[in-house]
Every structure is written in structure tokens, then in C-alpha cells.
């Protein structure tokens, strides 16, 4: 089974200035999807950003971009220039991109991490 | 375009009460999910449907059930609520499983008493 493991519960950053999350994973197959999706306040998912494993090229969304390493599975999120409105909590989450194992296509998710940003 | 909607918001029930939840969606998706939401938890699967007329459970199917007799729509009950229960609840749903794509209604918070 595929598991998703955010390792810090919290973190701050100084507006404008750039933070990093992290998430690994782990996983047999070999074709999937990840992403990251923020959650502020008012509950709702919000896709941030998101990358294909046969894609080796680093997915990028303005001030958002990822280190997506596949051999250490391993898939950080960089926000730049952050923002009083990047205050959130933000998930990591794996989808399969195939009907391995029994798999429908539904999100394993990280527990969160909640950014603050200071102004 | 409502995109995926969930009724209601907000709900209290006492235990043992029952309760429906709804989820809609109207971009003709075939793939639908119910998640859970705990303080300090990721979203859970609860159960998902594949396409109108079926369902199956997910990691935590424990307490509920769900029909989808419409495409556009998938339920979600409790029979007799537990506290344990207490969640917020997230209803998706995606065209198909290759499409990456998954979206998410606003959520209900369910608190059990």
C-alpha cells in the first residue's frame, strides 16, 4: 500500500521571503501523480500544483514549484515570495495513476502541514 | 458550472440519529469519493463509486454506506451515528482515473453528541 508522510506539523516563514515543505512517499508502482493542495481557513481543497512520475522535469505555478526526486521518493514544495494569503495548511498527496492493486484513482494524502506567514 | 456541491455545511446530530449527506457534481464525471477529515489526519477514503450504480469501501467504510443511483449524484449515510463519527466530510470527483484531475466539494462538519 501507498503511503504519504509529511514530516513537519508546522512551519513559518517571513513574508516575501521562500519556504519549503516536505513530503516523501512510498510506493511500488511506477507510474503515479502527486500533488499539493492548500486548505485555508474556509476548508476548501485547492489544487496548488501537480506532477506526473514519468515527467522528469520539476512542475512549476508561478511562485510554486516542486523538487520531485522519483529514486528517493521524495517531493518537496517551494513556495517564493510568500504571501499573507500562503498561510494554510497545505497536503501532500499520492494518486495512482493506473488500477494497480485494486487502486480507483482516489488520493492518499499526507497529514498537513500548516504554514504560517508572518508580515 | 456549481462544480461539486454538498449539502448540508453544518450538521449536529445526537448519537444514534441518522443522516444523509449529499454530494452533486455536473461535469458528468464518472469517479466519485467520499473522504474524511480529522484534526491532525490527512483526508481518509471512506468509500468511492466507479460509475453509476456501484460503490465499494474504502480505508474507513466502518458505519457507513452509500448508494449512487444517479451519476451526478453519491450519498453518504449513517445509519446511527457515533461520536467517532465527528469529522468533516469531503465529497470528489474526477472524469476517470487517468485523468489527474480531482475536485472537491466545500465539505460538511459533522459533529456527533
Known amino acids: 500500500a501507498q503511503t504519504v508522510t509529511q514530516s513537519q506539523p508546522e512551519m513559518s516563514v517571513q513574508e516575501a521571503e521562500t519556504v519549503t515543505l516536505s513530503c516523501t512517499y512510498d510506493?511500488?508502482?511506477?507510474?503515479?501523480?502527486l500533488f499539493w493542495y492548500k486548505q485555508p481557513p474556509s476548508r476548501q481543497m485547492i489544487l496548488v500544483i501537480r506532477?506526473?512520475?514519468?515527467?522528469?522535469q520539476n512542475a512549476t505555478e508561478n511562485r510554486f514549484s516542486v523538487n520531485f526526486q522519483k529514486a528517493a521518493k521524495s517531493f518537496s514544495l517551494k513556495i517564493s515570495d510568500s504571501q499573507l494569503g500562503d498561510a494554510a495548511m497545505y497536503f501532500c498527496?499520492?494518486?495512482?495513476?493506473?488500477?494497480?492493486?485494486?487502486?480507483?484513482?482516489?488520493?492518499?494524502f499526507g497529514k498537513g502541514t500548516k504554514l504560517s506567514v508572518k508580515p | 458550472n456549481a462544480g461539486v456541491t454538498q449539502t448540508p455545511k453544518f450538521r449536529v446530530l445526537k448519537t444514534g440519529q441518522s443522516m444523509t449527506l449529499l454530494c452533486a457534481q455536473d461535469?458528468?464525471?464518472?469517479?466519485m469519493y467520499w473522504y474524511r477529515q480529522d484534526p491532525g489526519m490527512g483526508l481518509r477514503l471512506i468509500h468511492y463509486?466507479?460509475?453509476?450504480?456501484?460503490?465499494a469501501k474504502g480505508e474507513v467504510p466502518d458505519g457507513y454506506n452509500v448508494s449512487r443511483l444517479k451519476k451526478q449524484n453519491f450519498l453518504l449515510g449513517l445509519e446511527s451515528a457515533a461520536p467517532s463519527q465527528t469529522s468533516v466530510y469531503f465529497c470528489?470527483?474526477?472524469?476517470?482515473?487517468?485523468?489527474?484531475?480531482?475536485?472537491f466539494g466545500p465539505g460538511t462538519r459533522l459533529t456527533v453528541t
Open positions: 510506493t511500488s508502482e511506477s507510474d503515479y501523480y
Open positions: 463509486s466507479v460509475g453509476e450504480g456501484t460503490t
Open positions: 470528489a470527483s474526477s472524469y476517470s482515473i487517468t485523468y489527474y484531475e480531482q475536485y
Open positions: 506532477q506526473e512520475a514519468y515527467k522528469q
Open positions: 498527496a499520492y494518486r495512482s495513476r493506473f488500477r494497480y492493486g485494486g487502486s480507483q484513482g482516489n488520493l492518499i
Open positions: 461535469m458528468n464525471h464518472e469517479y
